[in-house]
């Protein structure tokens, strides 16, 4: 899943976990990954229209628990802004290939703090293939609502991922009377060239949520090119 507390949440988040990854007791694999892509869309809804580039830092310690924080420009109501995400939870394995993973996510714009969320999350992993529910009380600052999100991969050869999502989002209570249900799909293929991620799709929404004044219509067709560090 800002305002300006919330980028001292984040700095927090992460001195804090480099603490722990420093201690002696602890055994800690810290992961960042640096993308760029060439428009910011989040389940079916654009949040910035243009290029943008993005941070990602994970951090993975004892017993399957884990932390991190994203970063990247957004555009809501109408201006430019910011948006910082901090968020933890546990995975653990069930079998070989069964793993189960829940945790908690908080959402910031730094000058929207009224779209700012949090959510709880929690869903299975088989193989390739994923099966998450968030759960928000004030999704976006407005009502409570669910996202179920679908995705799997598939080699398509030694080189090439066909990737595969699905997402659909329900309101409750007076929230639903605003807001309908709403879904997303994504294909993309993907490849490495150089220790360069490339990806490149197509998506598609169905009654995409709208935020105000503050969402554009997404793009179709999509690129982005990262590098893990």
Same mark, same amino acid.
């Given at each position: 899943?800002?305002?300006?507390?919330?980028?001292?949440?984040?700095?927090?988040?992460?001195? !804090?976990?480099?603490?722990l990854c420093s201690a002696g007791t602890a055994r800690c694999q810290t992961s960042a990954n640096l993308t760029l892509v060439s428009a910011y869309t989040a389940r079916g809804v654009a949040l910035d229209p243009h290029p943008a580039l993005q941070l990602r830092v994970e951090h993975d310690l004892d017993a399957g628990w884990y932390a991190g924080g994203f970063a990247s420009p957004a555009r809501l109501d109408g201006r430019s802004q910011d948006q910082l995400v901090a968020y933890g939870g546990r995975a653990q394995r069930l079998t070989s290939t069964l793993t189960w993973d829940a945790g908690f996510s908080h959402s910031t714009f730094l000058r929207g703090a009224d779209f700012s969320y949090s959510e709880f999350?929690? !869903?299975?992993?088989?193989?390739?293939?994923?099966?998450?529910l968030f759960y928000s009380p004030a999704y976006y600052g407005e009502g409570r609502a669910v996202y179920l999100d679908?995705?799997?991969?598939?080699?398509? !050869?030694?080189?090439v991922i066909l990737a595969l999502h699905a997402g659909l989002l329900h309101p409750f209570g007076a929230y639903r009377d605003e807001a309908r249900d709403a879904g997303d799909v994504r294909i993309s293929l993907a490849t490495t060239v150089n220790a360069?991620?490339?990806?490149?799709?197509?998506? !598609?929404?169905?009654?995409?949520?709208?935020?105000?004044?503050?969402?554009?219509?997404p793009p179709a067709l999509t690129a982005s090119a990262g590098i893990d560090f």
């Open positions: 899943m800002y305002l300006d507390p919330r980028q001292d949440h984040f700095r927090f988040t992460l001195a !804090g976990l480099l603490l999350y929690a !869903g299975l992993t088989f193989g390739r293939s994923s099966a998450r679908l995705s799997t991969a598939y080699p398509l !050869g030694e080189r360069v991620r490339l990806q490149a799709g197509w998506q !598609g929404k169905w009654h995409p949520y709208r935020l105000g004044t503050a969402s554009a219509s």
